[in-house]
């Protein structure tokens, strides 16, 4: 079994920048893709960024060129680097990672973003 384990939310500024980590550890086949979903009260839970073993990458187009997905296979950590925060981007952001057919998925972090 794999775990996901999300660090890096908390209150930021509106304007400022902030970096996701989330850690996999257990029996690791081959973690790929991987991935940032988010959620707000109300709303179903959205694709934020995934990418690939082999460094392909997939955005949410509203999200594109103000956040950064990146992993480190040594590490089995991927990020998500935010910058130009606004308050529409306050959610609970969530990493998860297919590894041998099955889908996990982490806590998740809360970010919030003040005006």
């Known amino acids: 079994q794999v775990q996901l384990v999300e660090s890096g939310g908390g209150l930021v500024q509106a304007g400022g920048s902030l970096r996701l980590s989330c850690a996999a550890s257990?029996?690791?086949?081959?973690?790929?893709?991987m991935g940032w979903y988010r959620q707000t009260p109300g709303k179903q839970r959205e694709l934020v960024a995934t990418?690939?073993?082999?460094?392909?990458?997939n955005y949410a187009d509203s999200l594109k060129g103000r956040f950064i997905v990146s992993r480190d296979d040594a590490r089995n950590t991927v990020y998500l680097q935010m910058g130009s925060l606004k308050p529409e981007d306050s959610a609970v952001y969530y990493c998860?990672?297919?590894?041998?057919?099955?889908?996990?998925w982490g806590q998740g972090t809360q970010v919030t973003v003040s005006s």
């Open positions: 998860n990672g297919k590894n041998g057919g099955t889908l996990y």
């Open positions: 990418i690939t073993r082999g460094g392909s990458t």
């Open positions: 257990g029996t690791i086949f081959r973690l790929s893709p």
